[in-house]
């Protein structure tokens, strides 16, 4: 219930009431954006945009640089490791 | 799907379980006794389950599996109100599909709707405001239930009732809110919890302010996580440095959906249509004051409460349940002398057993999983969530 699954808005279908057909895993719903609209986002500019859908309602737009910025972190974790090997390979101490 | 596979990366997993390793040596608490860290979320805990995140982990650390599912806090003599309301004539009472099997004193809504109650299952509030318009005849009823994720739900759609004028849809509003739940267990005698994963999607409502508290008053690092596995695993690694630097801040891990103000309009909804009552009773914890919302009386005619007479009765759990020791962390689930034998996720005593997301249902479902169990190999990239049964390996 508290889940939500992410999807990708295909359709704006009422502009009036905020509703517009997401494609969530394959399937399409009608969903409210009432949540996610605001002056910097009309409604017009959903189109594309991949949402957090929870119980009919979008909930939140999912936002690609922080994903990147987050995956970028999680890369980098890793890499200083990768560094430290090669170091401890080359001899030094 | 966005974002899905990228955060199941088995490869990056590992080298996230190397780095918590790498930290919990560092943490000289972890020398005498396990760090407790909780997953309030009950989403978390599924996530736990499926993925097999607590046996990939170090020893020392020990997960706690909170109250944050909804289904399992709910008392029983709630659930006795929605059969009162779900069998009184002309009534269509309409819920999500988890609350369907949680035992009331007498019955579950799924056994009043086989006794012929017109109970449905539905996935949206919404779906429940398009049953009111199609049937006018009828009077139809929303439990709500659920945190601050589903609580803009339920406010908008009675708003949606007022703007269409829709008179016979109500609301069963048994909403309730994270924080004073957090609080409690903060102050229960007996619970020893060194960190928090906090709940990504509570947070994408209220923000990441209301969670100060447990930083300033009580000294402990919280981390807003995501649900996938590598969120889980990044989350605590993010509540490990705090412990091992010795600081308690609030931090979010889960900035791709989580706001650090929240979700304004899902806000204003929620202040629009709800305020606080002065206690709500929570299975297993007892009443918390200030933890649940009942409707403002501007929303009285879309109240089931106030349309409809219930019990509204406190009624005690079976007194071998252990349900409430669980979710503070107290007990494991298989410390509950019930748990497998008189308790299954087929025939619940206690509502932990009955929702994928209480601890109870995870246990007996995924068991307790060998360590290093292929990383990820569950489930991973293909989202159906179909995990080997049980190896059950009760300690
Ligand atoms: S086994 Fe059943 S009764 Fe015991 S704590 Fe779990 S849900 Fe409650």
């Known amino acids: 219930m508290c889940l939500g699954i992410p999807g990708q808005i295909v359709e704006i279908t009422n502009t009036a009431d905020k509703l517009a057909k997401v494609e969530v895993a394959g399937v399409k719903r009608e969903i409210n954006l009432v949540c996610i609209v605001d002056e910097d986002h009309s409604i017009e500019s959903c189109v594309g945009d991949w949402v957090l859908v929870h119980v009919g309602f979008a909930m939140s737009r999912i936002d690609a640089a922080e994903a990147a910025a987050t995956l970028e972190l999680l890369h980098a974790l890793g890499e200083v490791d990768e560094e430290l090997d090669a170091m401890r390979g080359s001899g030094q101490t | ?395």
Not at chain 2, 41 to 60: K, Q, V
């Open chain 2, 1 to 395: 799907m966005k974002y899905v596979d990228e955060f199941r990366d088995p490869e990056k997993a590992q080298t996230l379980v190397e780095k918590i390793r790498a930290l919990v040596d560092q943490i000289d608490a972890c020398k005498s006794r396990p760090l407790y860290i909780m997953e309030v979320c009950g989403g978390h805990t599924h996530a736990i389950f499926r993925y097999g995140i607590e046996s990939m982990l170090p020893e020392e650390i020990e997960l706690v599996h909170g109250p944050g599912c909804p289904v399992c806090v709910l008392p029983m003599g709630r659930v006795d109100d929605c059969v009162a309301i779900a069998e009184t004539p002309k009534v269509i009472f309409t819920t999500f599909g988890d609350a369907m099997r949680v035992p009331g004193s007498s019955k579950s809504l799924l056994e009043a709707k086989a006794g012929g109650a017109d109970v449905r299952m539905v996935y949206s509030p919404l779906d429940s405001l398009s049953l009111a318009r199609d049937n006018p005849d009828k009077e139809v009823v929303f439990f709500g239930l659920g945190f601050e994720t589903t609580m803009p739900s339920t406010a908008l759609t009675v708003l949606q009732a007022e703007a269409e004028g829709i008179e016979n849809f109500s609301l069963f509003c048994n909403h309730i809110t994270i924080i004073p739940a957090i609080k409690a267990i903060l102050d229960a005698p007996g619970v020893q919890i060194d960190g928090f994963l906090g709940p990504g999607h509570v947070s994408m409502v209220i923000g990441n302010a209301p969670y100060d508290f447990v930083a300033d008053q009580y000294d402990r690092p919280l981390v807003v996580t995501g649900f996938e596995p590598l969120d889980i695993l990044h989350g605590i690694w993010m509540v490990l440095e705090q412990l091992a630097s010795g600081e308690a801040r609030i931090e979010n891990q889960y900035s791709r959906v989580v706001p650090d103000e929240g979700n304004g309009p899902a806000l204003e909804a929620i202040a629009k249509v709800f305020e606080l009552r002065e206690f709500f009773e929570w299975r297993g914890l007892g009443s918390i004051d200030h933890s649940g919302v009942k409707m403002r009386e501007a929303y009285a005619k879309y109240d089931a409460e106030r349309k409809f007479s219930v019990p509204d009765l406190v009624i005690a759990d079976p007194k071998a349940c252990q349900c409430g020791e669980v979710l503070k962390g107290v007990i494991k689930p298989y410390d509950c002398k019930l748990f497998g034998n008189d308790c299954t996720p087929e025939t619940p005593m206690g509502a932990l057993m009955v929702s994928s997301e209480g601890a109870c249902a995870a246990y007996s479902r995924y068991g307790r999983v060998e360590k290093l169990v292929p990383l990820l190999g569950r489930g991973a990239g293909t989202g159906t969530g179909k995990a080997p049964q049980a190896e059950v390996e009760a300690p």
